[in-house]
């Protein structure tokens, strides 16, 4: 009796469930560019990117990959690489420019954008907030004014009566801890402040919008599955017997994961880091009531997932401070591991990390669905005189935490997709257009784009629902 080879191929991969999604993920400010098209206005990183040293090269937001005109041929680009899902972000300042008024220009575009994608097939997943925050609501306080947590419930409003009826999925928030460390206490990332105490404020709010934001999407999007995407780390001591270390492990897990963890599985922040954050004033900005809000049921966690960290409680050999975006907690040292091998970022490539992230969450909180909302690498991506993009390296990274995602799932994880991040090369905030992340590689100057090695790769793997 003859093998079927398509039937053996699917018999020794590493297979993931039925229905499994597999999809790619771009932000608004990141990929549109067309900054100032149709009645947008700026937003905190249009404002932030002109500051001189800001972004590495003085790249601002535009072109970035010119995705509001050219979506249609990215739409397409997506249905031959037969992705299921594309997870976007809509811009506020596009949408109600100046946190004013409506703008149908603005939402006309996500109208578009949508109907393109679900003609093709391709499940439209949207997040209503990538750190896109209109410059005129950081002149009355940014995310640090508790305001501004009922302006982006407005804002969501005006979202999910044009769009909710036809998008698959909402997330809330996007990566709320670097809104607030990065941007409110870092200062690497828009609006550029430093002030630890405006970050913890601005933590509580965003979470205080997630929450509003939940209620307007479940009045006007009934079943549609709904959640809120963060970037966990896994977090180890350097040295498990140190109580210094095992102390700073606990610092960075609280304000890098249970910070936003806790409060939407848990109904509260945990008591550990409400004693931490108390000299930054995070119990004077939680007002009654706002802990139900932002406990608000969802129906998915999106887990952004790139590295994880070691840290000590003192200094080690090649460790370094805690940068300002980790606050109250400079004594705290980041441990790098040699031995793994470094993305273009400088990023340590740790898939074991993810499993240990899933694991987390799966173990210490209520089983709640689990996408995989991003994931990803940048790399040189050196194009070669045939025009071909051979990103063995990304392939290799793809691979391995495909793996330990599968590894996740055979520990009872409900993890439910994949989205690699990103579908397009595109504006990496601080790092500009230096960092290559795209699983399509985009000629800034022509605006040509060029499906790379991974893409293909990856494609295949979607096919599959699985890893030959
Ligand atoms: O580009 C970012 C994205 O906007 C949020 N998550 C991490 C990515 C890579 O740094």
């Given amino acids: 009796m003859s093998v079927q080879p398509d039937k053996l191929r699917a018999e020794t991969a590493l297979m993931f469930p039925p229905g499994f999604v597999w999809g790619a993920a771009t932000a608004a400010f990141q990929v549109e560019g067309a900054t100032t098209a149709d009645g947008r206005t700026d937003s905190v990183w249009d404002v932030f990117a002109r500051k001189p040293g800001a972004v590495v090269g003085g790249d601002t937001g535009d072109p970035a990959a010119d995705h509001y005109r050219r979506y249609g041929e990215d739409v397409d680009l ?225 887990v952004n997932y790139y590295r994880d960290y070691t840290v000590a409680g003192t200094p080690v050999l090649g460790s370094k401070p805690a940068s300002p975006e980790w606050v109250g907690a400079a004594d705290v040292h980041f441990v790098p591991n040699e031995a793994a091998p470094l993305t273009a970022s400088g990023w340590e490539v740790q898939p074991a990390g993810l499993t240990a992230s899933l694991l987390q969450v799966h173990r210490d909180y209520r089983p709640v669905p689990l996408y995989i909302t991003e994931n990803g690498a940048a790399y040189p991506d050196d194009v070669t005189e045939n025009g071909d993009i051979v990103d063995t390296d990304r392939i290799a990274f793809l691979d391995s935490h495909l793996q330990a995602a599968h590894e996740a799932i055979e520990a009872g994880v409900d993890l439910r997709g994949y989205f690699y991040w990103s579908l397009l090369d595109n504006f990496e905030w601080a790092e500009g257009y230096a960092k290559r992340f795209g699983l399509i590689h985009v000629d800034y100057a022509t605006q040509r784009r060029t499906p790379k090695r991974s893409a293909f790769w990856y494609s295949r793997v979607a096919g599959l629902n699985g890893l030959s």
């Fill in 78 to 302: 997506m249905r031959r690489l037969g992705l299921g899902a594309y997870r976007f972000s809509l811009a506020w300042p596009r949408i109600r420019p100046d946190a004013g008024l409506p703008n149908p220009a603005g939402l006309a575009f996500y109208d578009r954008l949508v109907d393109r994608l679900l003609d093709a097939g391709i499940a439209p997943w949207a997040t209503l907030y990538h750190w896109d925050l209109p410059q005129a609501l950081e002149e009355k306080g940014g995310w640090a004014a508790r305001d501004t947590a009922f302006r982006f419930a407005e804002y969501a409003e005006t979202v999910l009566e044009r769009l909710g009826d036809r998008v698959a999925s909402w997330s809330t928030l996007n990566e709320p801890w670097c809104a607030a460390m990065l941007g409110y206490a870092g200062g690497i990332h828009a609006p550029g402040r430093r002030d630890p105490a405006a970050a913890v404020a601005a933590a509580h709010h965003l979470l205080l919008g997630h929450g509003l934001a939940m209620d307007v999407i479940r009045r006007h999007a009934g079943d549609t599955p709904a959640g809120i995407t963060l970037n966990l780390y896994p977090v180890a001591p350097h040295d498990p017997a140190s109580a210094a270390d095992v102390d700073a492990a606990r610092r960075v897990d609280g304000q890098q994961n249970r910070l936003f963890l806790d409060p939407v599985l848990r109904g509260g922040y945990p008591e550990d880091l409400v004693a931490d954050l108390a000299p930054f004033g995070l119990t004077d900005v939680v007002r009654e009531g706002d802990t139900t809000t932002i406990a608000a049921p969802i129906d998915w966690l999106g």
